[in-house]
């Protein structure tokens, strides 16, 4: 298992809470976990967006559930389960050391609405964090009442942790054109902020263009097994559940991304989306930006995984905000500027490049990412006006994070180790903000720099606390 300290890392590097981070990692694990199992890895079919997450998309929101489809329908049953899983949760002990305690384990067997069975689990955990109190839990969703219309995947789990398996995690999975149709048919059905959120992302990434006729035919065959129409915009406007829809869009996604994009920049693009499947319309294909100079490295290219960078820019918040679309407001040598960033390149001599186009003028820049002083995503979108190379989609490796990553070492400039200072801005209370909390009282500080001493103070009753270091559980910008 892996320490606190990484979980830390990769929750300053995405700008979200330690627990969301924590509970992606544990993921991985149950996945593995289920995926050794002689008599789950054949029978149960990953899908859902935590499948989008961990075996397609490296940039993404991240999810809290593992949906499955399950082959085999004498699966779902209690006893069997629960046992199982009791096997998956000491599995997953001896090689990690994650504790799943096996009296959380819980499996309820119901009649969903269509008359079908289906099952719902909750497991909990005990991970790196090591929490007080209630135990995080991961909730299971199993069905035998969906038409598999294609062969399912051996996928790559995505897994950026030190401790990832030398040969990685696979787990069986839905293929790209039937986790799409199945996204747009669940779109149709129930009209959930995540399942907009998810059609969307998967129209905008280039494996649509090559299978639009396999999606399009497994969408009307999904949508007969279930008895409704192929969706419209006309069908989706005048469904009841539309007003909601918008109404729930922070709810139910705010916690799962550092910035969550305005609903109607994807309500937005749906006609586009159905314009594409249905008559073909070709999606606009705007050419790669030009990257200039000869001391550019050509043969480099970002790892196709999201890490712990290690360094005082916010790479990963920023390739969020491209694959969200959303602008950056970069501080950069004493000024500020909104940005549309496109491609992360780096030099000959080791420097890394980030190539953007300026938001308000249309002007193409550069800018060397050890020279960035300060990246907040913000909810301005943009259009792109050229390719945007910062994500992309498919199978995903992830090298150790302990490996040299672009010619930079997996380990923070001592000068952020020594004082944690950054560079200066030219807005004092302009970019991250450290929340600790004191180890003592409980207490929460925030601080400029990451710094965990705290000075003296009195405790919540009022009473001088003892408590001189706190440890990190947030970061804000």
Not at 136 to 162: F, G, M, Q
Not at 334 to 355: A, K, M, Q, V
Not at 418 to 431: H, L, Q, V
């Amino acid at each position: 298992m892996i320490g606190r300290n990484e979980i830390m890392d990769f929750s300053r590097e995405f700008i979200l809470t330690a627990n969301v981070i924590e509970k992606d990692y544990v993921l991985g694990w149950v996945l593995a976990g289920i995926s050794n199992h002689p008599e789950l890895s054949k029978s149960w079919v990953f899908k859902g967006g935590t499948c989008l997450k961990k075996c397609y998309f490296e940039t993404y929101r991240f999810s809290e559930d593992l949906d499955f489809t399950v082959i085999n329908s004498e699966h779902q049953n209690e006893s069997f389960l629960i046992n199982v899983f009791k096997e998956v949760a000491d599995w997953v002990y001896e090689a990690t050391g994650i504790e799943i305690p096996k009296e959380t384990i819980r499996f309820e067997v119901y009649t969903n609405p269509r008359g079908k069975i289906s099952v719902q689990g909750r497991i909990s955990y005990r991970g790196p964090l090591q929490p007080g109190g209630a135990l995080p839990r991961i909730k299971l969703d199993l069905t035998d009442d969906e038409v598999l219309v294609l062969a399912s995947v051996n996928s790559e789990v995505h897994h950026p942790y030190s401790d990832k398996p030398e040969n990685g995690i696979q787990v069986q999975a839905y293929g790209f054109e039937e986790l799409f149709a199945e996204k747009i048919r669940a779109l149709a059905e129930r009209l959930r902020p995540r399942d907009l959120y998810d059609v969307i992302h998967l129209h905008r990434h280039d494996n649509t263009k090559h299978g639009r006729d396999i999606i399009l035919s497994a969408l009307e065959k999904k949508c007969s097994f279930k008895g409704i129409s192929v969706p419209t915009m006309d069908i989706l406007e005048n469904k009841p559940e539309r007003e909601e829809l918008q109404t729930e869009w922070e709810n139910m996604l705010g916690h799962q991304v550092p910035v969550l994009p305005p609903f109607e920049q994807f309500w937005e693009e749906l006609p586009a989306l159905f314009e594409w499947l249905y008559r073909a319309v070709v999606k606009p294909a705007p050419s790669f930006m030009a990257v200039m100079g000869d001391a550019i490295d050509t043969a480099w290219h970002p790892p196709a995984m999201s890490q712990a960078w290690h360094i005082s820019a916010p790479i990963e918040a920023i390739r969020f905000a491209a694959a969200n679309r959303l602008c950056v407001d970069l501080t950069y040598q004493g000024s500020r500027r909104l940005i549309e960033p496109y491609s992360l390149r780096r030099t000959r001599d080791g420097n890394l490049l980030l190539y953007t186009v300026k938001h308000n003028t249309g002007e193409n820049r550069s800018y060397r990412v050890d020279r960035i002083q300060g990246a907040q995503i913000t909810k301005i979108p943009f259009t792109p006006r050229y390719v945007i190379e910062l994500t992309t989609a498919g199978s995903i490796s992830a090298p150790s994070t302990n490996a040299r990553i672009g010619g930079i070492a997996s380990v923070r400039p001592q000068s952020i180790i020594s004082s944690g200072r950054r560079p200066k801005s030219s807005t004092s209370d302009y970019g991250p903000k450290y929340v600790f909390e004191c180890s003592y009282c409980g207490k929460k500080f925030t601080h400029k720099t990451n710094d965990s001493k705290l000075s003296k103070h009195k405790d919540k009753d009022g009473y001088p606390c003892l408590g001189r270091t706190g440890f990190f559980v947030d970061m804000r910008y």
